[in-house]
């Protein structure tokens, strides 16, 4: 029961970030221009807080099989793009720099896991302040020397830990790949043998 305790807090995370996206959208539709089938955001490689891992390999564990070795074929592809083109130390900047496809993005080019997706996936399309930088998505309306509703995606982070935390002591200090949470090696991946 606690576990599910733990997840109805990253969901209750995750809703309020949907709201906040929706009304955004709502009131600057010409800058937010974020649309089915748009994928620019699944291109942008990132990191998760351990609860996000924990709920997006329990989503991966739960697709049907073919969509499992589909996912795990892009994930091998995925692998090779992360060891010839992302350069170490790995930060934010170095990151946002960079374009490999999210092995979760399907060939039809939509995400086979959708409803499960992370915070960085629920929050791309708007201003996102991290440090003293702004990021936009690329094919965004949003304009230069405007002021917009910007997420303060350091104080996301923060949920993420604190939830993380009540998860696994010291997991709001674990960072996890994509490649980990598809291939169930990560910190705290022996949860997902019990009812998550």
């Not at 946002?96 to 039809?108: A, E, H, I, N, Y």
């Not at 002591?169 to 990560?186: A, D, K, M, Q, T």
Request: charged share 30%; with cysteine; aromatic share 10%.
């Amino acid at each position: 029961m606690a576990a599910t305790l733990r997840f109805r807090d990253l969901e209750e995370l995750f809703s309020e970030l949907d709201r906040n996206f929706t009304q955004v959208k709502k009131s600057f539709p010409k800058e937010v221009r974020c649309r089915k089938g748009c994928t620019d955001c699944c291109y942008a490689p990132f990191d998760l807080s351990l609860a996000e891992a924990l709920y997006l390999a329990q989503a991966f564990r739960r697709l049907p099989r073919r969509e499992r070795r589909e996912v795990e074929r892009r994930l091998s592809k995925y692998e090779k793009d992360w060891q010839e083109k992302v350069p170490k130390p790995v930060t934010p900047f170095v990151l946002s720099t960079l374009r490999l496809r999210c092995p979760f993005l399907g060939d039809r080019g939509l995400c086979v896991v959708y409803d499960y997706r992370p915070a960085t996936c629920r929050v791309y399309g708007l201003p996102l302040a991290i440090g003293e930088e702004t990021f936009v998505c690329p094919r965004s309306g949003f304009e230069p020397g405007r002021t917009y509703p910007t997420v303060i995606f350091p104080e996301v982070l923060r949920r993420l830990a604190e939830i993380s935390e009540k998860i696994l002591p010291r997991g709001g200090n674990l960072r996890v790949s994509l490649i980990g949470v598809i291939r169930g090696e990560f910190p705290g991946a022996h949860l997902l043998t019990q009812d998550l």
